[in-house]
């Protein structure tokens, strides 16, 4: 039986002024996987998930979500579909405390985020379902913490609860582990695992064993193009893969 | 005490004080503070919340003060429907240039709010039921709810203040609002909270929108009280003005802009006899706080508040 496929990109391309940092990539993530996106530094991973959350107009190609065509999407849009990203660099709101944090995330589907006559009060009722959140990924004792103040590896998981909270069909994880001791890259990868059930993952990741502890797809790309896609013992066979990119990182 | 305790605080003393005031100075001062504390207040929703400098407010408020004269003296309307024309054409105002600059962020928003206060100012400065250079004169204060004489300063004065308390509870309620967390969100870190599938740019607009017609409230009192709109309402010395009494008072904290507010009129007041050196005198001022107090007069209190009571972090 084929697998069905929740996120389609045909030939995507995005030119910078001339400069083609995305060459016509054509992918297909199955739903339900784990797809890893690897590649050397500067292949262009980061900017294909600007292009698929539409942060970056696409230049040439199309994208499509469950079959629909997202290409001309707004970025809201694009998030309120089910495709949910997080940054390279942590991405939290360093002022408010990890509860606040997820908080905002819970806060939309109320439809009373435009509501600046209604009490902040209103909100208390998504404090359980935060707790529970702030919980599954180890911070139910950061709650009042701020944000700012969390250690690294702290916020990056404060980001992936506040990722979750908008319960997404689709997570862009983009570098998930990097700048990360050991022990705190086992407990990512365990989180992942863990989130990755009754959803689709695409991974941006530099460690490979993460990658290959994780993935069950795994798409090359350099110089904006596609190399070779595979399962991680296909692709790391691969003469041209050893080239471009472990023959590039020693 | 925490924060929804120290808020209540502070809004206890602001009544008291506010009821107090024009037994304890002049009221036609004591008014005057009440407007620009409500124009800096509703600046600061924008600035301290949203994150937006804005180099034009005096757009709304100007514009405002000039309908409400323009009403009250020709048409001889109620005072509050005069007031309530002023603020509508400022809302619709801070809709129109919102929807232009919105998208523009930083030193560019700045730059075309203030275009487009320009253009008020000439369009003011052109037509011809302005009073041109001479602004308008001799404004009446008119009929609260058509019975209420306006005609003594105690009795304007709490008209004013009612007026000023409403408008900076709806501006503190919108900061601690769901839509004021929102708008916190997305000034702490725009491109996720774009990512977690907020409009931007339509949360800033409303920022935007509610800062323009609060402003325009505090222009329509204004004129009531002074009995005259002028040129420097629309001057962009005002918009600046503005800037100054929120940074100086403490942008993003309840009471800075108020307090900023009294400086600055109480400095002006004062300094009057000694001319243009009220420039001078104002701008030194400024540095010095600013150079001492970088959060502002309240912001530098909340902290040390927060530092002995709480324990916590500022
Ligand atoms: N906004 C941009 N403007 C110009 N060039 C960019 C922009 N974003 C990325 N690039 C370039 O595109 C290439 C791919 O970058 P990126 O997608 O960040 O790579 P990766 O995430 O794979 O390391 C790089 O050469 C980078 O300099
Ligand atoms: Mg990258």
């Known amino acids: ?250 | 005490m925490s924060g929804r305790a120290l808020r209540a605080w502070a809004w206890a003393a602001m009544v008291l004080v506010g009821l107090a005031a024009p037994y304890l100075v002049y009221p036609v001062f004591a008014m005057n503070v009440l407007c620009l504390a409500l124009f800096a207040s509703a600046f600061n929703l924008l600035l301290g919340y949203a994150g937006l400098l804005s180099f034009g407010h005096a757009a709304f408020l100007g514009s405002a003060a000039y309908v409400t004269g323009i009403t009250l003296r020709t048409w001889g309307l109620p005072t509050e429907l005069g007031v309530l024309a002023g603020t509508a054409v400022a809302t619709l105002l801070g809709l129109v240039f919102g929807a232009l600059a919105i998208r523009r962020s930083g030193i560019y928003f700045a730059m075309i709010t203030l275009g487009f206060a320009q253009l008020v100012y000439f369009l003011v400065v052109q037509l011809p039921w302005t009073g041109g250079e001479d602004g308008l004169q001799g404004i009446p204060r008119g009929k609260a709810l058509g019975v209420l004489a306006l005609d003594g300063p105690i009795t304007t004065y709490y008209f004013v203040y009612a007026a000023f308390l409403a408008g900076f509870w709806l501006i503190q309620r919108a900061i601690h609002s769901p839509f004021g967390h929102v708008l916190r969100a997305i000034r702490e870190n725009e491109p996720r909270a774009l990512s977690l599938g907020y409009d931007v740019a339509r949360y800033k607009l409303l920022a935007f929108v509610l800062s323009a017609a609060l402003s325009g409230l505090a222009g329509s009192l204004k004129a009531v009280v002074l009995q005259f709109a002028s040129l420097s309402d629309v001057h962009w010395h005002r918009s600046g003005e503005v800037v100054l009494m929120t940074l100086l008072g403490g942008m993003g904290t309840v009471l800075g802009p108020s307090v900023g507010a009294l400086l600055v009129v109480t400095l002006e007041n004062y300094l009057a006899d000694v001319g243009s050196w009220v420039t001078v005198i104002t701008g030194a001022v400024f540095v010095a706080c600013v150079l001492a107090f970088r959060r502002g007069i309240v912001g530098e209190v909340r902290a040390l508040v927060r530092r002995s009571f709480i324990g916590g972090k500022p």
Request: charged share 25%; proline share 4%; aromatic share 6%.
């Open chain 1, 1 to 250: 039986m084929p697998e069905e496929t929740i996120l389609e990109t045909r030939d995507l391309v995005k030119e910078f002024a001339g400069f083609v940092a995305v060459n016509g990539v054509s992918l297909r993530v199955a739903r339900g996987s784990i797809h890893a996106l690897i590649g050397p530094n500067g292949a262009g991973k980061t900017t294909v998930f600007n292009l698929l959350t539409r942060f970056l107009p696409a230049t040439r190609g199309a994208i499509l979500f469950k079959g629909d065509d997202v290409t001309h999407a707004r970025p809201a849009e694009v998030a309120r579909r089910g495709i949910v990203r997080s940054f390279q660099m942590s991405a939290v709101f360093p002022a408010l405390t990890a509860l606040e944090n997820v908080r905002v995330a819970l806060q939309r589907p109320l439809g009373t985020s435009f509501h600046f006559w209604r009490s902040e009060r209103t909100l208390d009722a998504l404090e359980a379902r935060a707790v529970e959140l702030l919980a599954a990924v180890g911070l139910e004792a950061d709650r009042d913490t701020v944000a700012v103040e969390l250690p690294y590896g702290r916020k990056r998981a404060l980001e992936l609860a506040t990722t979750l909270a908008l319960d997404p069909e689709l997570l862009l994880l983009d570098e998930p582990t990097q700048g990360m001791g050991h022990e705190d890259v086992g407990r990512v990868v365990a989180l992942i695992r863990r989130v990755a059930a009754g959803r689709t993952v695409l991974l941006v990741e530099h460690n490979l064993s993460v990658v290959q502890d994780l993935a069950r797809r795994v798409t090359v790309l350099a110089r904006g193009a596609v190399l070779a896609e595979g399962s991680y013992d296909e692709v790391s066979r691969d003469p041209a893969v050893l080239e471009a990119y472990i023959g590039a990182t020693p």
